[in-house]
């Protein structure tokens, strides 16, 4: 079985492929490309949330939550995962959705039901503790999510993927990744590290919070279909899913404020204010959910899809990635760079203010800033250099440590 550090690294490597296509997808606007757009676009995102996102998790749970006497076990899972992630990688530029990439696609679905089998039968957690039930839950919602994939192949074969249906399951797909696996799972590691460093939450703050959250997580699918102009019952039920979102948002605060002292204590400054960032994110990534709520801008969402992308990217590469650095510094599995996040962050926070703008633009039918996709190329290209420089500096850390080991 392959360390954790090992893993990481891989993980970390993922990141920087899905970055290199993300500047690939922005220079087709400025140069000539001879590749399919649409293949790189594939081949960008599922590298992104199955390998970098996918990995970097399920390696986490590994490392924190599961018995080492499993060990074993779980070696096949980790490579057959790789295996699939890899296959995607050569098979969906070269012909999209095919036979191949639909065949390492359906695979790596089986590899992540397997995943949660062995994680339910050899975890060392107790099932009382919420850090169980934020990972247990995150993992449902994972597998819950694959439902997506699974009823796209059925669409395209019978209404076309210019049915509504086809859009509305790659959405039900995104939320639960982006809603639910992501985010219980980053949680449930927070709380663990809270735990780690002696800061227990009291029950009477983290229960309320876990079924809002759950609440919230299941009900705000519906905000995904309002772009239809569904009957008044989904309205009202994503009204209650932002209505619950929002008493959870409340709750996290509670929880914020309430243990906020000891939490400085625990952090050095920069990682504190790397949390509060990310937390900063969260709230924002609330805020545009609720908007949604409303018909005006659920029709404005579904005509300008930069604002779709601005909140996947807020969600994956800011709240998503940044967790990620954190925790792979608090554990030891990677010293992180504090210069290539500095150059990430900066990277990240002027493309979401492009992508943004571009939304805004064409809302709004205003002519955007001479050379602005050449810009996007440049700002994409921080984020590739900010992940080098965190991988660099995570080779040499691992390095040094096997040497001294050997000497």
Known sequence: MMSAKKQMLIALFYLLLASSLGILLRLFPVTNVDANYKYVLHTHSHIALLGWVYVSLTSLIYYLFIKKTAQKKFRNIFYATHIT??????????TGYALFSILFSTLFLICSYWFYFLFKKYHHLEKKSYIYKFINTSLIFMTVSSLGPWALGIIMN??????????????????FQYNGWFIFCLLGIFIFILEKHKIHIHNEFISPFYKYMVISGVLTLFLSFLWMK???????????????????????????????????KKFTPSVFKLLKFIYFLFILKIVLQTLTIFPFFAEL?????????????????????????????????????KLGVKIYLLGFILSEVLIFYKGICNWFQLSLIKHYFFILVIVSSLMFFGVSTIIIQGLRHYLKRKLEIII
């Open 85 to 94: 992630i890899v296959g995607m990688l050569f098979s969906f530029p070269v």
């Open 230 to 264: 569904p009957n008044k019952f989904l309205y009202f039920l994503s009204g209650l899913g932002v209505l619950y979102q929002l008493f959870a948002l409340g709750k996290l605060q509670l929880i914020f404020n309430s243990y906020k002292i000891f939490i400085i």
């Open 301 to 337: 969402v579904s005509y300008f899809t930069d604002f779709v992308i601005g909140y996947l990217h807020l969600t994956f590469l800011g709240i998503v990635s940044l967790a990620l650095f954190v925790f792979f510094n608090e554990f030891g599995l990677i010293k992180l760079s």
């Open 158 to 175: 019978t209404l076309g993927n210019t049915s509504p249906y086809y859009k509305n399951a790659i959405y039900f797909y995104l939320h």
